[in-house]
């Protein structure tokens, strides 16, 4: 019942340290992002160590690598699809 379903998913890239790369860069411009562009970075509860995270709160953290993930996995597979990873 599901075999016909496998057929047409796409190919996953294997884990290498060119696609652990790509996710941290993904990230981290994530990050850089949210820390320009949120109004209130450092609402709501603390981070144990936030001079290491820019003074970003927990949820602003959570929301810019939840975005870096998104990002990342968009360039991923891109990068697969394109034969670069």
């Known amino acids: 019942m599901l075999t016909p379903l496998f ?3 796409p190919a996953t890239v ?5 696609v652990a790369l790509v996710m ?3 990230n981290v411009i994530a990050i850089a992002v949210g820390k320009a562009t949120i ?4 609402e709501g509860a603390k981070l144990p160590n936030a ?4 003074g970003m709160g927990h ?5 810019t690598t939840s975005l870096g993930h998104i990002i ?5 597979q891109g990068l697969a699809a394109r034969g670069v990873l």
């Open 7 to 9: 057929a047409i998913a």
């Open 14 to 18: 294997t884990w290498s340290p060119k």
């Open 24 to 26: 941290i860069v993904c």
């Open 39 to 42: 109004k209130h970075p450092s």
């Open 51 to 54: 001079s290491f995270f820019g």
């Open 59 to 63: 949820a602003a953290l959570l929301g």
């Open 72 to 76: 990342g996995i968009g360039a991923i």
